[in-house]
């Protein structure tokens, strides 16, 4: 009914809208009605008006529909044209224009939460480095961990010898940026002996031998404890002594002979003491006759409380493998022309008898 309704509605498109109302309303509504008023019987003009009533209903809401969305009119009679973009041949696409592969939206949205990573072993952080907090020598120091260190088989001049300042300056110029240890397993009074590695990979003791700021004189007697260690020093001692670097110039030109005899063959630790001479007694006056003075005790044996004290100085020093004079802290009297220790210059010969003299 709407369909031929609006079809018959259509031929009067084009007249202005208050004609196109006023021949509907003569056409479809009054006359019928007044010829059935008129004319027919009561339920004749009533089922004609009911009739018309559902008739032009339609028609009205079509024209309504019409007239309210011009929108529809223009989609029948003119499609809407397609876009351009729509009808355009394909274009092979370019490497900035080319798709990017779907990624699971979820992995965007809601990452997987990371898993708690483990720490490293100390075996993967690798060695601490330590830093020197105490010097005492150019071989003994006090590092950052509170420990006292004696690096193994090299020796450094005493204080006040010749080539201190400078074998102390090296060693300290050389630890500055750090180190680590390796314990050899031996101690010496109290000290740790250990192979000092630097920052930058090199060998502590055989850099400081190289440069010939360290003689050999515990080389052979410790060898045992680190041997590739030792193999590298013996060689750079050996390049350094005969090179003439540094202190084998200014200070051991003469006496690098001494001090590898005084390493090859250690002097035995159970000698018999030197004993001092003593001084003599001022005369005595004549004893009474009945009264005779009795003599003094010999003084040829070392006293109980000395025991265990090295026989060739006046003060007890322990036995043991070596003692600087950093670790004595005051002055030494050679007993004989014995220097065991070295502390009477850079020799293990006598020199002028007193040792440590710069305390």
């Given at each position: 009914?709407v369909q031929?309704?609006?079809?018959v509605?259509?031929?009067f498109?084009?007249?202005?809208?208050?004609?196109r109302?006023?021949?509907?309303?003569?056409?479809?509504w009054?006359?019928?009605?007044a010829?059935?008023?008129a004319?027919?019987?009561?339920?004749?003009?009533y089922?004609?008006?009911a009739?018309?009533v559902?008739?032009?209903?339609?028609?009205a809401?079509?024209?309504?529909?019409d007239e309210?969305?011009p929108a529809?009119e223009?989609?029948?009679?003119a499609?809407?044209?397609?876009a351009?973009?729509?009808i355009?041949?394909a274009?092979?696409?370019?490497?900035?224009?080319?798709p990017?592969?779907?990624?699971?939206?979820?992995?965007?949205?809601?990452?997987?939460?990371?898993?708690p990573?483990e720490?490293?072993?100390?075996e993967?952080?690798?060695?601490t480095l330590?830093?020197?907090?105490?010097?005492?020598?150019g071989d003994?120091?006090v590092a950052?961990?509170g420990?006292?260190?004696?690096?193994s088989?090299?020796?450094t001049?005493e204080?006040?010898?010749c080539?201190?300042a400078e074998?102390?300056?090296?060693?300290?110029?050389l630890?500055?940026?750090?180190?680590t240890v390796q314990p050899?397993?031996?101690t010496?009074?109290?000290?740790?002996?250990?192979v000092?590695?630097?920052?930058?990979g090199r060998?502590?003791g055989?850099?400081?031998a190289?440069q010939?700021?360290?003689?050999d004189?515990?080389?052979e007697e410790y060898?045992?404890?680190a041997?590739?260690?030792?193999?590298?020093l013996?060689a750079a001692f050996a390049?350094?002594?005969q090179?003439?670097?540094?202190?084998?110039?200014?200070?051991?030109?003469?006496?690098?002979?001494?001090?590898?005899?005084?390493?090859?063959?250690?002097?035995?630790?159970?000698?018999?003491?030197?004993v001092?001479?003593?001084?003599?007694l001022?005369p005595q006056?004549?004893?009474?006759p009945?009264e005779?003075l009795?003599p003094?005790e010999?003084?040829?044996?070392?006293?109980?409380?000395?025991?265990?004290?090295?026989p060739a100085?006046e003060?007890?020093?322990?036995?043991?493998?070596?003692?600087d004079?950093?670790?004595?802290?005051?002055r030494v009297?050679l007993?004989?022309?014995?220097?065991?220790?070295?502390?009477?210059?850079?020799?293990?010969?006598?020199?002028?008898?007193?040792?440590c003299?710069s305390?």
């Open positions: 009914m031929v309704a609006r079809a509605w259509e031929g498109g084009r007249l202005p809208l208050p004609v109302l006023i021949a509907w309303l003569l056409g479809f009054i006359l019928p009605v010829w059935l008023a004319r027919g019987s009561r339920v004749a003009r089922g004609a008006l009739f018309l559902l008739v032009t209903a339609p028609v809401l079509a024209i309504a529909t309210t969305e529809r223009v989609v029948v009679e499609p809407t044209p397609t351009p973009t729509e355009q041949p274009q092979t696409p370019s490497a900035a224009d080319s990017v592969p779907d990624t699971p939206e979820t992995d965007e949205a809601d990452p997987a939460p990371l898993e990573t720490e490293p072993t100390e993967e952080r690798g060695p330590l830093h020197i907090q105490r010097p005492i020598d003994s120091f950052s961990d420990v006292e260190y004696r690096v088989m090299i020796n001049p204080t006040a010898e080539g201190s074998s102390d300056q090296a060693g300290y110029a630890l500055e940026q750090g180190f050899t397993g031996g010496t009074f109290g000290r740790m002996v250990v000092v590695t630097l920052a930058d060998g502590y055989v850099t400081m190289q010939g700021m360290v003689d004189r515990y080389l060898r045992h404890e041997p590739e260690e030792a193999d590298q013996e390049t350094a002594r090179s003439g670097a540094g202190l084998w110039t200014t200070c051991w030109s003469d006496t690098s002979d001494q001090i590898a005899v005084a390493t090859a063959t250690p002097e035995p630790a159970d000698r018999t003491p030197t001092a001479p003593q001084p003599l001022p006056p004549a004893p009474a009945l005779p009795t003094p010999p003084q040829d044996q070392v006293p109980a409380a000395e025991e265990g004290c090295h100085y003060e007890c020093l322990p036995i043991g493998p070596d003692l004079c950093a670790d004595i802290g005051h009297h007993t004989g022309q014995d220097d065991p220790y070295r502390l009477d210059g850079n020799s293990t010969t006598r020199q002028n008898g007193i040792g003299e305390y």
